[in-house]
């Protein structure tokens, strides 16, 4: 079923082809790694010369940073488009998109851009950076 369990969660991982819902289950899933947050500017309150001023912020963007691993299988087709997407150079934009097992819920669908730590290891590590590159949001 491809069921990965993650830190006490299980999550799904599907790629496709960008501009797409991603609809190809990464069956050889290792780990998923999700960390959601936000960039911030300050928004600092002035003194009024007997206070000091007040460090505030506010939040202007928010990212996600996705990594997973997988297994390297030789003659597997989806080890041969995960890497074939993180090594080429021209159109290297792919769809993905990581689903709770638990919920159903969608964590993050979108157009990613792909990079692999050592593509000559047995674990492949992936990292995917949400691009708009093909014209499609991600969702997260």
């Known amino acids: 079923m491809g069921l990965v369990t993650v830190a006490r969660y299980e999550r799904q991982v599907f790629y496709g082809t960008a501009g797409t819902t991603a609809a190809t289950q990464i069956l050889t899933l290792r780990e998923v790694d999700l960390n959601f947050s936000h960039d911030y500017d300050p928004t600092d309150v002035r003194g009024d010369g007997t206070t000091i001023p007040l460090g505030t912020e506010q939040a202007v963007k928010r990212t996600c940073e996705i990594k997973f691993k997988t297994l390297h299988k ?15 150079a021209s159109s290297p934009a792919i769809a993905l998109k990581v689903v709770s097992f638990l919920t159903g819920a969608v964590l993050f669908d979108g157009d990613v851009i792909l990079d692999v730590a050592d593509p000559d ?9 949400p691009t708009l590159e ?6 997260f």
């Open 74 to 88: 030789k003659s597997d087709s989806v080890t041969t488009a995960l890497l074939a997407a993180a090594l080429h």
């Open 121 to 129: 290891m047995r674990e492949l590590e992936f990292t995917a950076h």
């Open 134 to 139: 093909s014209g499609r949001n991600p969702v």
